[in-house]
């Protein structure tokens, strides 16, 4: 039996703008551009890029809070890009997200513990006794004292509501978790405490997650895979360690390059990443990376790279490594 959890195939999601006065066709936002990876159980895929490069997009499509374009998506082998709302409803107890910005993910009228007993009530799960103990051992798995259970979220701290949130996305006893730049919000030793929680509920429960970040560094020890998007497309997806040693595509270099290194003996070469990421909305032709690659050539601008299988795990979308 395979021990694929979440199967993305093809995923696309496109936005349409309006006509202007100059143009008259429709511009396209290609958010999610022809997507495709897996995750297996209990393993944690990590999804980097600039902000706008579509990866929170995609995270909000495999859990259909936006519908795809186009694509597939399946959970547990079900294919859930065509299920109905009351099937996905259902199916929603499998897939839970932890959002970027944990005061606003949270009603800020409920108390924590109508926060974590609202999914127990909707799915209707377990007696009352047993919702009620259900929320007392995710306060206590997230390392909230019980005492917190009738306060407000406004009375905590960022890092506290971001465990309010992990236990709120924990207490429907999830496969997958969305992991939404969970910790970009937070000062940098309390993003510390969430990402040693994190690791500890991939240990301890097997749960499966897809671990959404701009840097690099934040997901380099919580992944066993790291994709890399740029505008919509994976340009490189790799075993974790294997990225991180042996970084092929350009963006990625540039990515791991401007990741702080506390040794100053160590010699690593800067790679620069020149200028911003391009609109989605007029995308560069050829290899969308090209205007900001130092390595670009003529054939860059015109002819697009496809995400190419180069050694056993390693994908990458550029001209400079062709398929092996
Ligand atoms: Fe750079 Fe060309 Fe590779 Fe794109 S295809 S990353 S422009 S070398």
Redesign the pocket.
Same mark, same amino acid.
């Given at each position: 039996m395979s021990d694929i959890l979440l199967e993305v195939k093809g995923l696309k999601k496109h936005f349409y703008a309006g006509k202007s006065l100059f143009k008259r066709a429709r511009s396209v936002c290609k958010a999610v551009d022809n997507v495709s990876f897996k995750i297996h159980q209990g393993k944690t895929l990590g999804l980097v890029g600039e902000s706008g490069c579509g990866k929170s997009t995609l995270g909000r499509c495999i859990l259909r809070l936006i519908e795809p374009s186009a694509g597939e998506i399946t959970i547990s082998g079900q294919d859930i890009t065509r299920m109905d709302a009351r099937t996905l409803k259902a199916m929603r107890k499998e897939m839970q997200m932890i959002f970027q910005d944990p005061f606003a993910s949270l009603s800020p009228r409920m108390t924590i513990h109508d926060i974590l007993r609202e999914p127990l009530d909707i799915h209707n799960i377990g007696t009352i006794a047993q919702r009620e103990e259900k929320i007392a051992e995710v306060m206590h798995t997230v390392g909230l004292r019980p005492q917190a259970l009738n306060r407000y979220p406004h009375e905590f701290s960022g890092g506290q509501r971001q465990r309010v949130g992990i236990a709120r996305a924990l207490v429907l006893e999830p496969k997958l978790i969305i992991a939404d730049e969970p910790v970009s919000a937070l000062d940098v030793s309390v993003q510390a405490q969430v990402l040693n929680l994190i690791a500890e509920l991939q240990e301890s429960r097997g749960i499966s997650f897809l671990f959404i970040a701009h840097d690099l560094a934040v997901v380099q020890h919580t992944c066993d895979e790291v994709g890399v998007m740029y505008l919509g497309k994976i340009?490189e997806r790799a075993p974790a360690e294997v990225l991180y040693r042996q970084p092929k595509?350009?963006?990625t270099q540039a990515l791991l390059s401007a990741i702080p290194v506390p040794d100053p003996t160590h010699n690593t070469e800067h790679v620069p990443l020149i200028g911003d990421i391009p609109s989605p909305l007029n995308p560069p032709s050829?290899?969308?990376?090209?205007p900001? $690659?130092?390595?670009?050539?003529e054939? $860059?601008?015109r002819?697009?790279?496809t995400l190419t299988q180069t050694q056993d795990e390693h994908w990458i979308? $550029?001209?400079?490594?062709p398929a092996s």
């Open positions: 340009v595509h350009p963006y050829g290899c969308a990376f090209h900001r $690659c130092q390595y670009a050539t054939r $860059c601008s002819e697009a790279p979308a $550029c001209h400079l490594h």
